[in-house]
């Protein structure tokens, strides 16, 4: 079993700046791809960022220039610092993983969320 902790939310103004943790614990041979979804309220969760083992980034269009997300393969950590903060980028956000156990089985998680709230 694998655990996902996040931390780093919180209440910021518009323009400001927020960096977001998760770090990954348990039954772990290799981290594969990490990302960041987010989930506003009413919407369904969507994609923000994807991170390789090997350091390839890819983001949704709204947060290019914005956001940078980033990963310690030694400490088992997921970044995602987040600049220019809009309103709109209020919603709880979610680490994920896809992990392949010491069974070479390979898995995903979630962690639990973490509330990005961004007033205008």
């Known amino acids: 079993q694998v655990q996902l902790v996040e931390s780093g939310g919180g209440l910021v103004q518009a323009g400001g700046s927020l960096r977001l943790s998760c770090a990954a614990s348990g039954s772990i041979f290799r981290i594969n791809t990490m990302a960041w979804y987010r989930q506003a309220p009413g919407n369904q969760r969507g994609l923000v960022a994807t991170?390789?083992?090997?350091?390839?980034?890819n983001y949704i269009g709204s947060v290019k220039d914005r956001f940078t997300i980033s990963r310690d393969n030694a400490k088992n950590t997921v970044y995602l610092q987040m600049s220019s903060l809009k309103p709109e980028d209020t919603a709880v956000y979610y680490c994920?993983?896809?992990?392949?156990?010491?069974?070479?089985?390979?898995?995903?998680?979630w962690g639990q969320g973490t509330q990005v709230t961004v007033s205008s």
């Open positions: 991170i390789t083992s090997s350091g390839t980034t």
């Open positions: 994920n993983a896809d992990v392949t156990g010491w069974d070479i089985s390979s898995y995903n998680y």
